[in-house]
């Protein structure tokens, strides 16, 4: 039996009709750097979807990209983005944040999670400080949207962030790489409409819910970040042929496709902790949205490591690990029955 | 009739057997972050083309990002980079390479290329400076194959200038965004093997070559950047689906298809420069490659760009404009036809 | 009475025989940039104090930008420094590790330090890490002695933690900005000597032990760095007066003085120390050198507040606040029994 | 006879006041950070000076330092700064402002001058430049008032600059590393509140007009750059003894001192420059402030060398070098015999 590969939900290609899409359209001349019809429509669609005409919408490559540089672009030099402990931008990028040059000021999280209080006394401690002048400015906000254990921010928390963000003149981010996954989710009651309604940014992304390729970066008021083109181009972050990512959301957001595309992960991954939990394995914790997070002996990981690829998400105790599967817009039947059936024989 | 898109060379999507490619492995899982066997069959092929078994292979999205990061990455602080006054990094990069904390050292370069003189002039007037403590050390030499103008270097000359870099330590680094027009010119006598002989990196480009997005950074001795890796994570230029790039340089590279995929821009290019020139028009120059340089009067400008979407070059005089078209892999007898009764009719 | 200023050990000018220097030197045409004979003197008596001789020797004037200054030139931009959670570079610079691109990763200290085996869990974890290709490579160790709570490495403990440096190529930088205190503590054991055998850089300060400003960057291997002084030229940290730098470190290392400038501070502040814990008050805990840690009950502050200046340290619990006092190698018996005496009265 | 130093102006330490309130307040403690009453009084003085009594002042340590921090505030990060060819901050800097993120956008020179025309020239070709969101956006101007030739800007000058400047959104920044030169110099009719009217920022230079170190950047509008404190301690370019900067503008600002202390190097200047035309000797041009460019045949160079440091400044042709002396506040009758006397010697 091969190998499963269920480490991550970025490990197939793209949701067909965009295929069908490429293809199609694939010799037809067009203007470069997003300045087609495409690319224009994409956006249109992903405005209504939002419930905001006059939004900026850019296309950017990857989640990594995307952070640094819409963070780049909205932070001031002396300041710094305010992220959890485990936020994607502090522990992930390779450092990309500061080699941008900017501090990521962490606040502990729960889960990922972090809250509208804790925002509210890190900015009172900073204005506390008699020395605040020596120290980094907090000046905008990332969470992201699901976190990295794949919780969600309610609408309530959202709004709560939101109250003390412009309290503090603080732009808040939401990092959206797996957000079709949360739109998908039982718990979640968050729109895209809320997000473009109490966030400065966020982007709506694609790598992970369905598209080959690109993360749709959102700015309500068109004007926050002006010569933004510019600044993409600067950071190496534009296609030549921007209708590669044009072509993509121009599918994720026909028919409200992105609204469901996450769907069938949440069932699969419902259906995985049910039957494993069944069989008597251990959850981390119950995660509401496509990944899952086992507790794992340690003297089992080899052999498991043989048969399915996962990913190490933490150490639990002196004997076990946190390990994370994930599904995707593209898992199926077989990979569920076989992933569970490997951990039943290998752990 | 619609207006013809002939301004540059990225206006179509992808070579067709890569979209076969795509469509064929779309629902396969496989590893992430350029770790798949795709990739490794694509470096494998990109090696055996440039006859250096021990090459680094890296593929990154875009042309810009590609110098960025390599540049980026050779570079010390102190030093910068020499370029021709019009390379691409010193005029067409948004200041990218200075975003990332790089002088760029101009010499003013005839038709786009500068010479080995040249360049060990410019090193000894800086250690012949009594104050070159004061000033950016010259740390590397950029060129591109084919240039801005689409011209070449010769053999000779990349083996004078190479003599040079090594005299000073000064890593030799090739732009080959439009590589495969350079390939296929009959002028041309650099080889894949020549660049990776004479070169410490250089990218082959896809994006402009046959490919939706990518260039191949290659760098014959893979112990010239350590944690090159990382470096291209740090710089968000590290696709999840590395594969997506992996896969068409797989396909440029079977059956040496990137050999010979620039023949049809230079054949139409030529018909192009031809015909037009029998009927009086007048080149700026006559570029070897794919790129047509015609000088045309002021005043037909307008009536011009309302048949046809034209790069603006540089002025030539007070009444005249050098503009620019170009054919690519994809360009059609009734592309070029097109364009040559476009042109007859409006200017 | 005039409010009292010993909130810090910056407050006053420079120790007087450096004034009479410049007086006696001020006309004195000389080579600017620290290619001047002062400068050089001052450089051999530094080495001879540290017992290496082929040191390279550089003047910075302050220790902020000597931490940006070394840290930057050692550090690959794919790295980090690694620092207690306390460390200047971390909380009290402005970012200006992050605004030259990297990160600061931090280690929970005890009272200031942190230790080897902290060191070598943080690389171990590092390279346990799955991901840690897509994490920032801890690049070098900073340490400071005495510590922001004015504690001190034993050389035991350097010594262990110089052994976990080599084993994981980590340069190890001590941040001496209050040197001369620890040299003159009774507890120290760690020499100059013993600095320049342990470290790969470090620097002794001047600012706070008796210059006006100036720090001396020592580099025991002087190949370590190349170009270090384009470096400094670029981060816009080299004087054209060199000299003025070079004179006061002149002064401070004739005779030995740097060895003994700090016993004043050590003096008198166990004199404070001892009056005020007999009359009662509590100390946060005993530091060894010349900063004095008082815990003060919240509603005593104001009062104590218009008599003296004193610096926030930290929240001590709800009603509590540890408050910083510190002498210097200016403070006098005046000063000593003006302090004691208004707190005496105020608190 | 010893060498003669007369190769540049920052060769000798301060104005003798200087040092007498340096040694008058050199064991008062005051307040760190350039918090005190000198600072204050210094910056007072200085907005007198300038006739604007709202303008921010911050003394910084060098003219570098003081280019890259203030360019690097006013400059968006997509935007470069304009300055001539032979500009400070184009040439003798080591990369700063390229190192702070910016390319420098150079324009040739005449003498070290640009005209307004120019810079209207390359707004126009920005603007007009169908690729203009692909390069870097002109972001401000730098001028230096005296240039590097010694050149002066006339108030019409600098009025025309301005009217540019305004018409595009471009800042004003002067450098006046040697300005107290060019306000004693006979031809200049630009005064301190011509340059606090007509520039957005500009710098007095102390270091080579008085001082031991220092430059005062004068900001008319305060509001222009918040945070400019914490974007000052960032960059390693906050001095703990702040006052050290403020007492010598203190007394370089007292009694109009700085308005009349170029006036003894312009005079001996001249009166070096008319001896030796006297003899023959040939003048690269009549440079107006304390700049003194000869033409030297290259065979007498090393002659000349053995007696007198001179500056490099440009090849003449192929068998004459300018070589460049410069007068200064300290220069003494005694010099100026001397310089005579040693070139009539050797040259």
């Known amino acids: 039996m091969e190998k499963i590969m269920m480490a991550s939900d970025y490990q197939c290609g793209a949701y067909p009709t965009i295929l069908e899409a490429m293809a199609k ?9 997003g300045m087609d019809e495409i690319c224009a429509r994409a956006k249109e669609r992903i405005r209504k979807a939002c419930d905001c005409e006059k939004a900026e919408v850019e296309f950017l490559s990857g989640g990594t990209q995307a952070n640094a540089v819409v963070i780049g672009a909205l932070l001031k030099s002396y300041q710094g983005v305010i992220s959890a402990d485990s936020g994607h931008v502090s522990v992930h990028e390779a450092g990309a944040i500061e080699h941008g040059g900017h501090k990521v000021l962490t606040i502990k999280g729960k889960l990922g999670k972090i ?9 009172q401690d900073y204005y506390n400080d008699g020395n605040h002048d020596h120290i980094v400015m907090p000046g905008m906000v990332y969470l992201s949207q699901p976190t990295e254990f794949g ?14 963000c412009h309290r503090y003149h603080l732009p808040l981010y939401v990092d959206g790489a797996r957000l079709a996954y949360a739109l998908a989710a039982k718990e979640n009651d968050v729109t895209l409409s809320d997000l473009a309604r109490l966030c400065d940014a966020f982007y709506i992304g694609g790598t992970k819910c369905g598209a080959f390729i690109g ?15 510019t600044i ?21 957001f026909k028919d409200d496709l992105y609204m469901h595309i996450g769907e069938n992960a949440i069932r699969y991954a419902e259906q995985i902790k049910q039957e494993l939990v069944k069989d008597g394995y251990q959850l981390y914790f119950d995660s509401p949205t496509n990944q899952i997070f086992f507790i794992i002996a340690n003297d089992k990981l080899e052999k498991l490591g043989e048969k399915a690829v996962y990913s190490y998400m933490e150490k639990y105790d002196e004997t076990h690990t946190v390990v994370r599967f994930a599904t995707s817009w593209s898992t199926t039947k077989e990979d569920v029955d076989k992933l569970c059936k490997i951990i039943r024989e290998n752990v």
Request: hydrophobic share 45%; aromatic share 8%.
């Open 25 to 33: 359209t694939n010799l037809q001349a067009r203007a470069g750097y």
């Open 115 to 123: 809250s509208a209080d804790q925002i509210e006394t890190m900015m």
């Open 151 to 164: 919780t969600l921010y309610s609408k309530q928390e959202l709004e709560d962030i939101s109250v003390v």
């Open 215 to 229: 993360e749709a970066v959102v700015i309500p008021n068109p004007d926050l970040i002006p010569h933004f083109f």
């Open 232 to 252: 993409i181009k600067q950071d190496g972050a534009l296609l030549a042929k921007g209708w590669l990512l044009g072509i993509q959301f121009d599918e994720l």
